[in-house]
């Protein structure tokens, strides 16, 4: 059979160029390959890049990739701030395309049904992981049978895809997208170091249950872990394929939760020579952090590790589930420093009756802890999350998934005291200067002087551009 993978779009204003590659599709177009079946990838993301970023001009690229290919069926990602884009696709591509039709990812998983209900143009939702329902899907498997897929004349049948050997699966196909463009050296993806990067997992799933986080959602509970051979031939023929590649970034959840496995793979990249090959970035929980095993990581290329600190108060630790203490997360910051590890910060805003005073002291706090990069995000109240279950008022129960509804519930700040004038004043000054300047220091910083000029470059490149809005 013939498969077309369509990747959701950003909002163009947003767009700022590779980011962190497509890893599902990765997966499932490998599976599918490696029994016989055709795929090809639309990524409207990377899309922008070559066709700009008009809508409609991307519209009509997509829609002639379905006349050209002639997919049997059509797979479409979803993620909640962007339902709208994928909505778009399915009812544009209906007009052209009367094969079956899935959508799969964070949001279907997270609201299956009423994503059938919402977006009447699809047959069917993957719920979970989806290489085996689809593999069964392409051998002709009754649809309303197959785990993991929710398939519009059963909706009573609600199951769960998941893949428990994970060893069973190829290694990613990165040849389905533009590699070119994902692997372009950028500061963005192993934050700070200039780097042409891929993606790649060594597990799947979360052990913790963050308030606000959906980021295992398709994973499902627990862990479960490629073996370290797995993981060793996985890197070794990545880098082999794409020999310009310098850096991994490992998007685990929880990369650090079983630290003998750890070892066992900064052992296989040490005896095998890779560490010598590439350098990586992991994230991690501050709770899991032990000196050894950091240093034994930096020696096996570890450069950045990302933290989930996510609040400079106590309080907001506890209102959003984290599990972690504020002496935890500065301590975690002085261990990576100790041993040679550049350490990013993800930090929340707009939480629970967070005041002025409360970001003041949340700049403080950066400044005093020194995080090598640091990154502040809203609090967002996603399909599948308990905050979502508490506090999101059933909005995409009770509101069409057009782009105005959605991005009105992400734009909304409904638990902070702050108002949009104070927040817009404060990310003004005094954020917004010590955040640039921060940011402009540690890249030369930690970038060898061989490298100032491409950076230089592109950074005069990233001004001109949202200067005259290019």
């Known amino acids: 059979m013939r498969f077309l993978f369509i990747t959701h779009g950003v909002e163009t204003n947003l767009f700022q160029g590779p980011h962190w590659l497509p890893l599902s599709f990765a997966y499932i177009g490998a599976m599918l390959k490696k029994h016989g079946h055709e795929v090809q990838v639309f990524d409207r993301y990377a899309a922008i890049d070559r066709l700009g970023q008009e809508v409609e001009k991307i519209d009509q ?22 339902i709208y884009d994928t909505a778009h696709c399915a009812k544009i591509i209906r007009n052209i395309f009367s094969g079956i039709m899935l959508a799969g990812g964070h949001h279907a998983t997270a609201l299956p049904r009423l994503t059938l209900e919402k977006i009447p143009e699809l047959d069917g939702v993957g719920i979970g992981e989806g290489e085996e329902s689809l593999l069964a899907l392409a051998h002709g498997k009754n649809p309303n049978s197959i785990q993991g897929l929710l398939w519009r004349e059963n909706t009573s049948k609600e199951s769960f895809g998941r893949v428990e050997n994970l060893d069973l699966l190829p290694f990613p196909d990165f040849s389905l997208f533009d590699t070119e463009f994902y692997t372009r050296r950028t500061s963005s993806i192993i934050r700070g170091f200039h780097l042409s990067t891929l993606s790649l997992l060594t597990s799947r799933g979360c052990s913790q249950r963050c308030s606000f986080c959906t980021e295992s959602l398709t994973y499902g509970g627990g862990v479960r872990f490629h073996s370290t051979d797995y993981i060793t031939e996985m890197v070794a023929r990545a880098l082999k394929q794409y020999p310009h590649v310098e850096g991994i970034y490992f998007h685990d959840n929880d990369f650090m939760v079983a630290p003998a496995r750890v070892e066992e793979i900064c052992r296989g990249f040490i005896e095998t020579g890779l560490a010598k090959r590439f350098v990586w970035a992991i994230q991690a929980r501050a709770d899991r952090l032990n000196p050894d095993l950091m240093r034994l990581m930096r020696k096996a290329g570890c450069i950045k590790m990302e933290i989930g600190v996510e609040a400079a108060l106590q309080k907001n630790l506890d209102s959003v589930r984290k599990g972690t203490t504020v002496d935890t997360n500065e301590q975690a910051l002085r261990l990576c420093r ?63 998934w057009t782009r105005e509804n959605v991005l009105r519930l992400y734009n909304e700040d409904v638990f902070s005291k702050v108002s949009p004038q104070e927040r817009k004043n404060w990310a003004l000054s005094p954020y917004n200067p010590f955040y640039k300047r921060h940011h402009r220091i540690i890249r030369y910083k930690l970038n060898p002087l061989k490298k100032w000029p491409q950076m230089l470059y592109e950074a005069l490149i990233r001004r001109l551009k949202k200067r005259f809005a290019v």
């Open 338 to 400: 100790d041993a040679g590890i550049s350490v990013h910060a993800y930090i929340l805003t707009q939480t629970e009756n967070e005041s002025l005073a409360d970001l003041n002291f949340t700049l403080s706090w950066l400044k005093k802890n020194r995080p090598d990069t640091f990154s502040l995000h809203p609090l967002l109240r996603h399909p599948g999350s308990v905050l979502y279950k508490e506090k999101g008022n059933s909005f995409f129960e009770t509101h069409d």
């Open 61 to 82: 690229v997509m829609l002639g990739t379905i006349k050209t290919f002639q997919p049997d069926i059509i797979g479409l990602n979803t993620v909640s701030p962007i």
